[in-house]
């Protein structure tokens, strides 16, 4: 079985070439993500086609020659990336799916912030060819990705997907398979903390990201952050981090649970504090 | 506009609050109870204001200028014609109460109390005075010549005027503010502590290393500092003084339950970058 994987592994090594055009990059997940990652493929090179099951109709708007949307994976896709983090049940179909129709030479990387990269192996057949990594919403242009290997991840597989993230101008940090992984696990648990505060009323949304710009010196507060990544996507997190670890300080404010649910944010309408005292 | 501020405490911030307001132009009433201390922090004041001469930052005129609007004053009384008296005394609820008490006896009824704490409430200390309404925090973020923000802390019964006339002081003496509700760890030490938290837990959990989640939030959160490397160069006895602090005024919250690790390193002596080690070794540093 090991020669067989390294053997068929070797075979991949032709997507490491972004410029021949016959390699096909697959995309299939949530609408933010699959733009991002499209673009960016299709930037260097790849020839990119994509799904997102929650858009079926109508052109969007990052479709190009070079980008087409096929709701069916093709059989000549050099390499897949799933990018589903909030309906689990839609990520393990379009898994299941590309296990099925992609041949076994393929890789898979598939976003792992909401539930580990070993469990969504256990999904598939060719346990061997998936990868887990940080994807959340505009986190797609940073240098570097955090990638998860599977127990049932050989290094082989690993090598390819460092070699396809080099391919489109990015390095890896090789991090255990656990749900949220480092930077979504710290950013959702920092914006939560604030969703407390603002559901205790102690502050405008604008001055808690002030508060944490100018005097934290972060590079963005964590009202923004939360707007720039999803409310829906950090309320997943945080539920499956509260469900994978029974951990009490992974619990989700009720105010983001509830922001979630109608997808909406106070878009910083409140006036901060230098507005409200200005004379 | 504030022309005429009370400080209370000649310690390292009551001595960085009289520069920054002498150098705005306002009339500064520097009280401490003892006259040497006094006379030392005037020595350092000075000294300070000789180096940003020296540096350009700041000419002779206006360094001689603002020293003679600093007067040194050991008697509560002769801070009566201030307009915001900022207290910047040790961190002891029961001194602050009582000095709280007599500042509002000693002073005009228009006069707002301010305190700089950062681990203490101000409901607290307000409720020694009579009039609560004008007691207000006003928490220095950084270092205090150098602040980048300040907290403006609305206590329980803090009013609006207060607040205002507050945000007004801070704009003229060149700082930025937030207004914030008298809650423990008010915005910037409580909104950090996931940053501090979570990547101790990480570690832990053996998910990655120090090294590798630094990497990972300056790469992809864009971070001009992980959160290691800050904690090693705050101290992590600092950090670790702060999280305890928290979680004793979030009366045991799981959220801000301090991690074993950092109370493992600061038993160990590993205190950061000063100690020579923290997280990370730092060989040329050790004293």
């Known amino acids: 079985m090991k020669s067989k994987k390294l053997t068929v592994k070797k075979k991949q090594t032709r997507i490491t070439k972004p410029a021949d055009a016959s390699a096909v ?255 | 506009m504030v022309k005429h501020l009370g400080i209370v405490g ?56 603002a020293l003679e609007r600093i007067h040194a004053r050991t008697r509560l009384i002769e801070l009566n014609s201030s307009e915001i008296v900022l207290e910047c005394a040790i961190e002891d609820i029961r001194l602050k109460k009582d000095l709280f008490k007599h500042l509002e006896a000693d002073t005009k009824p228009s006069t707002i109390l301010a305190s700089t704490t950062s681990t203490l409430s101000i409901t607290a200390i307000a409720s020694a005075t009579r009039h609560p309404e004008k007691v207000v925090g006003l928490h220095f973020i950084g270092p205090i010549r150098t602040a980048r923000l300040i907290e403006i802390v609305r206590g329980e019964e803090t009013n609006e005027e207060t607040v205002r006339r507050c945000v007004e002081f801070a704009r003229f003496i060149g700082n930025p503010t937030v207004v914030t509700g008298d809650s423990p760890g008010f915005l910037v030490d409580r909104l950090s502590q996931p940053f501090f938290d979570e990547p101790l837990r990480i570690i832990g959990e053996k998910i990655a290393d120090a090294g590798q989640i630094d990497r990972i939030m300056k790469a992809v959160g864009g971070f001009p500092q992980g959160p290691f490397e800050t904690m090693d160069e705050a101290g992590l006895d600092s950090i670790l003084a702060t999280r305890e602090a928290l979680f004793s005024n979030f009366a045991g919250e799981p959220r801000f339950r301090p991690h074993p690790i950092l109370k493992h390193k600061v038993t160990a002596g590993a205190t950061g970058r000063k100690a020579g080690q923290g997280f990370f070794k730092y060989p040329d540093e050790k004293s």
């Open chain 1, 25 to 279: 990059v697959y995309i299939v997940g949530e609408a933010p993500m699959v733009e991002e990652y499209a673009l960016l493929c299709s930037g260097r090179g790849y020839r990119v086609l994509f799904h997102c099951p929650q858009m079926n109709s109508g052109k969007m708007p990052f479709e190009s020659k070079a980008i087409q949307r096929q709701s069916r994976p093709p059989v000549n896709t050099s390499f897949a990336l799933e990018l589903t983090n909030v309906d689990l049940e839609q990520k393990r179909r379009n898994l299941e799916l590309l296990d099925k129709v992609l041949p076994a030479t393929t890789a898979i990387v598939s976003s792992s912030v909401t539930v580990s990269a070993t469990e969504q192996a256990s999904w598939i057949k060719h346990t061997y060819r998936l990868v887990g990594c940080g994807a959340l919403p505009t986190l797609s242009g940073a240098p570097l990705i955090e990638i998860a290997p599977t127990v049932f991840s050989p290094a082989e597989t690993v090598r390819i997907v460092q070699t396809f993230f080099r391919s489109v101008g990015k390095e890896i940090e090789l991090v255990q398979d656990r749900i949220g992984l480092v930077f979504p696990r710290i950013l959702c648990q920092m914006v939560n903390e604030a969703a407390f505060a603002l559901q205790e009323e102690i502050a405008s949304p604008q001055d808690l990201d002030t508060a944490m710009t100018i005097g934290a010196r972060f590079p963005a507060g964590p009202i923004a952050w939360a707007e720039k990544v999803g409310l829906r996507q950090v309320q997943a997190v945080l539920q499956a981090l509260w469900k994978d670890l029974g951990d009490e300080r992974m619990r989700g404010a009720p105010l983001l649970r509830q922001m979630a649910l109608s997808s909406s944010w106070w878009k910083h309408s409140q006036p901060s504090s230098e507005e409200r005292h200005s004379r």
């Open chain 2, 10 to 65: 000649a310690g390292a911030m009551g001595a960085g609050m009289a520069h920054v307001a002498a150098l705005a132009g306002i009339e500064v009433a520097f009280y401490d109870i003892n006259g040497t201390i006094l006379r030392q922090a005037l020595e350092r004041i000075k000294t300070n204001l000789m180096r940003e001469v020296a540096a350009g930052t700041v000419t002779q005129e206006n360094a001689a200028a």
